[in-house]
């Protein structure tokens, strides 16, 4: 029974992270739409889905019990701001061409969370953790120094999601309840700026083509489906285990924008990559390590 749930829980955790890597295949399709814009849709449609799926589940009184914790809405005020900040840049990002930039920063990202663990839940590093988190601060700093680029996209999409996930912890709620009150807070905002500011082209659904209206729509669906599965993983899976999945996405967005969108591989991006490939190495092996001796 136990290695069954072990299954799913892999196979909910590839999946997951399939769609969060294929994710800007979905975006280029409205390339012709503001990224602002595109972040409204992805707020309205995706709190509609989670009001059906809160009726389905049943949630309804987990929603309510959050609503009687002022911290905790406030955490979830925050995190929806900042989860905000990241769907922003990574629309602009993908549909800017910058697709390599938003694939590094999710790269980046778990050596980032070591650094928030440190420094904010009162963990140690371990020596090759130092390593790896060093090795990657020397690939983003020989970019700015010989280069004279900072990835500023790719640092971020790295401290937004790290911010996030340390905020998320903090809050006793499962991810369907914590999304939908994070969209609620996002809600007004969206439907402010969609409705009353928003002058583009297709703002305006009623004069839409329907294949235009039907992509915008799918942004909820986009949003919510890869994060339900991951939190079917996340039940099954140790956290540990479930780590070593969350490479499949930048890996996916990498080769997405290589080999179907032609971005150019320039000599600074080579030179980074490949250090934070490096340090990703020696983080795995020393997690893969220290696993192994905590089972003897």
Same mark, same amino acid.
């Given at each position: ?11 909910? #955790?590839?999946?997951a ?7 800007p ?11 602002y814009?595109i972040?409204?849709h !992805?707020?309205?449609? /995706?709190f509609?889905?989670l =009001? ?7 949630f ?6 959050? =609503? !009687?914790?002022p911290?905790? =809405? ?6 929806? &701001?900042i989860i905000g900040?990241n769907w ?7 549909n800017n061409?910058?697709?390599?930039? #938003? ?5 980046? *990202?778990?050596?980032?969370?070591i650094v928030l ?6 963990? !140690?590093?371990?020596?090759?953790q ?7 601060? /020397?690939g ?6 010989i +280069?004279? %680029? ?8 790295a401290?937004s +999601? ?8 903090? &809050?006793? &709620?499962?991810p369907i309840?914590?999304l939908?009150?994070e ?7 969206a ?14 659904? %009623?004069?839409n083509s =329907?294949?235009? *209206?039907?992509?915008l729509? %799918? #942004? ?14 996340a039940?099954?899976?140790?956290l %540990?285990?479930? @780590?070593?999945?969350?490479y ?5 967005m990498f080769?997405?924008?290589? @080999?179907l +969108? ?16 490096? /340090?990703?190495?020696i ?6 390590k ?7």
């Amino acid at each position: 029974m136990e290695k069954d749930q072990g299954t799913k829980g892999a196979l909910y #955790a590839v999946g997951a992270y399939t769609l969060w890597g294929i994710a800007p295949l979905y975006f280029k399709q409205l390339t012709h739409i503001p990224a602002y814009e595109i972040l409204t849709h !992805r707020v309205i449609w /995706s709190f509609l889905l989670l =009001l059906v799926l809160l009726s389905v589940l049943k949630f309804w009184p987990r929603v309510r019990a959050m =609503l !009687r914790q002022p911290k905790y =809405l406030l955490l979830l005020t925050l995190s929806s &701001v900042i989860i905000g900040l990241n769907w922003l840049v990574f629309i602009w990002a993908v549909n800017n061409n910058h697709m390599l930039d #938003a694939s590094l920063g999710y790269y980046i *990202n778990p050596l980032f969370n070591i650094v928030l663990a440190m420094l904010f839940l009162g963990e !140690r590093f371990r020596r090759m953790q130092w390593w790896a988190v060093a090795l990657a601060a /020397s690939g983003v700093v020989l970019q700015l120094v010989i +280069f004279g %680029s900072l990835p500023w996209i790719a640092l971020v999409l790295a401290i937004s +999601f790290g911010l996030y996930g340390l905020i998320r912890k903090q &809050v006793p &709620v499962d991810p369907i309840t914590g999304l939908t009150i994070e969209t609620l807070v996002l809600l007004p905002l969206a439907a402010i700026y969609l409705f009353f500011i928003a002058d583009s082209p297709t703002s305006n659904l %009623s004069v839409n083509s =329907l294949n235009t *209206n039907l992509w915008l729509v %799918s #942004a909820g669906l986009v949003t919510t489906a890869p994060l339900l599965l991951f939190a079917g993983a996340a039940k099954r899976l140790k956290l %540990s285990t479930l @780590g070593f999945f969350q490479y499949i996405g930048p890996s996916l967005m990498f080769l997405v924008a290589v @080999g179907l +969108f032609d971005e150019a591989f320039t000599q600074d991006k080579i030179i980074t990559f490949a250090l934070i490939w490096c /340090s990703l190495v020696i983080y795995s092996w020393d997690g893969i390590k220290h696993r192994r001796a905590r089972e003897v």
